[in-house]
């Protein structure tokens, strides 16, 4: 049959387009399959765009470091595409001695695992960001974390990619992958069927019953974020924002909105239609967050509001994987929330799982079989 | 409505025309070239086009221009403006300054 190819991507996120980006430059062909009419329109299309070290699990802190290093600075021009990645820091703020206390200790943690986080007094966060209430008495500072434009970033692999000869089919929505001697190999759709020499599953949360076709399970949860748009403002400042008591987190945008992402705590209980769907009292808190911490922000209007859903692992770390008793796929699902700042390099390796047979940074920690029962 | 569609589908290049620099999302100010151009890029649906150029992201969240971008994309893929969904809408239905939506009271509080 003429549907056969390289390698089949399931899922049109950043982390499949990105992966496509790097087997295209590889002389491979891919076709990448997505179930909505839509490009990246799940996890990678909604979060908060972080680009971030500091927070991170120390399991995906070697890969956040490389892609800041080596790929997020130089991303746009390779691109050809404006992914509006900002490096001006992290800042974590607090207002109270308890977030004071929380916060030493995520700095001694992320020191601890060589990354380059301090604790800054209210003046010195002031200084870096001068709109900031005075309550606020202190903040933990990394330097090297910065955002980037999640949709654009997204948009800009899928759009090199296609360039470069990659297929993409949005509408398929894939039922099941099959082996044929042995090998996973044929990609079943509702309407259709495709082969790859290798199948990437990357398909958020929905990878889990793409998965037990082959009788492997990912233990994930679907958790909803939402978050809220402001009308653009004029350029403040373009940290990366949180707070230590997680009131709320976020950016100001190139085009000037802020994206403030928090929660009302009722997440695990909105409503689930099919779609992710944000509730009436979440945006309300958010906002209140967002005063405690940047009253100058009152009167700025919010023009809307959005949910996403994340894939959140039972280890709060993705499962990026070969899969032994299925030679032919490879697993690249459950990140849990913050696949966004790692997708350049976990595409780069994942590209290099295809080509080399192995990824140059170590993937152990993210391997499927992880998972064993408490006793 | 056919749902599949394949993004490497020939839809022909793209043309230049005389009103290109008309500005079709007043609130972002979009012009119908940029749109043109975006969908020979790939973009095909309203939802990838708001996410690539902003179109309909502005104050009026797209109650203006909704339809006229509808319209353009549709008809430079060539296809019916009927087989393109409408991008979501977003709460709230208008803008609200900030220390509205977050003053909000049940009856009785």
Redesign the interface.
Known sequence: MGNSVDVVIIGSGIIGNATAYYLAKKGCSVLVLEKS?????GGS?RNGGGVRQSGRDKRELPLAMYGIKNLWPTLSEELDMDVEYYQEGNLRLGKTDAHLKVLENLTINATQCGLDVKMITGEEARQICPYLTDEVMGASWCPTDGHANP??A??AY??KA?QMGV??????DVVEIKKIKGKARQVITT??SYEGETIILAAGYESRKIAATMGIDIPMNKALLEVLV???QPPMFYQMLGTAAADFYGHQSK?GSFVFGGSSGYEAFNKDDG?PT?S??T???I??G??KYFPI??????????AGWMDVCADQVPVISFVEEVPGLILACAFSGHGFGIAPTVGKLLSEMVSDGRPSLDLSAFHYGRFKAKI | M???????KNIGEFIPQSDDDLIICRCEEISKGEIRRAVH?????M??MR??L?TG???C?GQTCGKLVKNIIAREQGISPLEL?AA?S???MR?????I????KRIGE
């Open positions: 009419h839509s490009i990246g329109d299309s949709m654009l997204t948009l899928y759009r296609r297929t993409f089919i949005t509408g398929e309407n259709n402001t009308e653009a085009h779609t944000t009436s009292i945006a309300s808190c906002c209140r967002i005063m922000l009152a009167d700025a209007k919010i023009v809307r509001t959005w | 056919s749902k599949i569609n394949n993004r490497s890029e790939g973009m095909f649906t939802t990838e996410r690539y902003r992201m502005g104050l969240q969904e979501g977003r709460a709230p803008p609200i300054e900030m220390k939506l977050g003053n909000e």
